[in-house]
């Protein structure tokens, strides 16, 4: 079998042929393999501007595709482009199928080391198939604009709007995913974290999709809360249960931290390495933990454990079924924890006591979108965003996101490398 018969299997196009292929070098004197392509006689190019076919004006120098290497050889594919006197648009360059635009990446090669950006770093990737980080990026990038102009998202009716910190300093990003019909994906991200950014994501989606949403799932930023309340009208707001946890832990951790270096300075250091005690899950402590908890639970004058069994209090909440008992235990838990003299504690206790409403609209909706899915996504995209990849700025951040949550349809090849 031929070289050339492979390539027509996996790269074919009407109009066009492969020539023999050989053995050349690139500019470091590796050898790789090089095939030239020439227009099929009698064929029209196609003008890159409209998309119709137009005679042959002239033609331009020798242009070089990067194509899917084979067997440790990289391949590269030679071609005149055409200048096409289009009819309507005058001379233009024609547009060829296996690459994108200027790009001189084919598009089976993008597909190809995008594929593998899935699973390895970038650097990685540029790396083993000695195309360099760029072109790795390029060719992601790629696969995501494409997919970005072709995704649909009018069946989106739950969303959740989330902030994430982002690199050095005090840097967020804005992002919105979605909750419902068992697809987890993210489906806008901007720079920023104040109510601009979001109505610059909600423009984008345009008015009848904001109409549209049923569900929005949020945490306690202000500026979140004033936008959703003005634009999506249809929406019943909700405050998850990740938020909230994640709110009391917080407090939790901060009655530790201020008790643990009151004690040092006395220099006791009862709650040394006590921080994930405090904060996991009983279940899911390890065994040194357990008896670091037993340790210290009969010592009630600890700040930090009083601050434990109201956290563990707080749990029943969530257990309840119907909103009404819901509701009186809620109250009934602020009441006791504003009693409680610890001040991390009292402030979320006025936070449930602004957002009560919010927080109830949780038992309503539990049943239309499931709740760990804020927090899976929330994960997700911190794990992404504090991957050292090489992420030089927010552009690049972005495109990983997509890339790798953003669910996105692929271009279709008539072979999968
Ligand atoms: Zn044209």
């Given at each position: 079998m031929q070289l050339k018969t492979l390539l027509n299997r996996v790269e074919k196009h009407k109009g066009f042929v492969f020539e023999m292929p050989c053995f050349g070098a690139?500019?470091?004197?590796?050898?790789?393999?090089?095939?030239?392509?020439?227009?099929?006689a009698r064929s029209k190019g196609v003008c890159s501007c409209c998309g119709g076919p137009g005679s042959t004006y002239d033609h331009l120098p020798e242009r070089r595709f990067d194509y899917v290497p084979l067997w440790g050889f990289a391949v590269v594919l030679w071609y005149r482009m055409r200048r096409i006197d289009c009819k309507d648009c005058g001379v233009k360059a024609e547009c060829v199928p296996w690459a994108a635009g200027k790009s001189p990446v084919t598009r089976s090669l993008a597909l190809f080391l995008a594929d593998w950006a899935k699973v390895l770093s970038w650097q990685e990737v540029g790396r083993r198939f000695d195309v360099g980080w760029h072109r790795v990026f390029e060719s992601v990038r790629y696969v995501v604009e494409w997919?970005?102009?072709?995704?649909?998202?009018?069946?989106?009716?739950?969303?959740?709007i989330d902030e994430v910190h982002f690199g050095k300093g005090q840097k967020y990003l804005t992002v919105v995913y979605q909750l419902c019909g068992g697809v987890r994906r993210l489906l806008f991200v901007t720079k920023r974290h104040d109510s601009a950014a979001l109505d610059a994501i909600l423009d984008e989606a345009g008015e009848d999709w904001c109409l549209g949403i049923t569900h929005v799932c949020t945490d306690m930023w202000r500026a979140y809360r004033k936008v959703v309340r003005k634009?999506?009208?249809?929406a019943m707001h909700i405050l998850d249960r990740f938020h909230i946890v994640k709110l009391l832990n917080d407090a939790v951790d901060q009655v530790r931290r201020q008790e643990a270096a009151r004690l040092r300075k006395l220099g006791v250091d009862l709650l040394k390495g006590m921080k994930y005690v405090f904060l996991k899950r009983p279940e899911n402590l390890t065994e040194n933990q357990q008896a670091a908890l037993k340790g210290v639970m009969n010592k009630r004058w600890l700040a930090s454990v009083r601050a434990w069994l109201w956290k563990q209090k707080f749990q029943l909440f969530w257990e309840y079924t119907s909103p009404y008992w819901a509701r009186r235990y809620l109250r009934q838990w602020c009441k006791g924890a504003m009693r409680s003299r610890l001040v991390p504690l009292k402030r979320f206790v006025t936070t449930m006591r602004r957002h009560e409403d919010l927080i109830m609209n949780w038992f309503e909706a539990r049943k239309?979108?499931?709740?760990?899915?804020?927090e899976g996504m929330n994960r997700k995209i911190n794990l992404i965003t504090r991957k050292a990849y090489g992420y030089r700025s927010y552009d690049v951040l972005k495109i990983a996101l997509f890339h790798a949550l953003g669910h996105l349809p692929e271009p279709e090849l008539t072979h999968r490398f």
């Open positions: 690139d500019e470091a004197g590796r050898e790789r393999i090089e095939v030239r392509v020439r227009p099929r997919g970005l102009a072709q995704r649909d998202l009018s069946d989106v009716r739950a969303i959740g634009r999506l009208l249809n239309t979108y499931s709740s760990g899915a804020v």
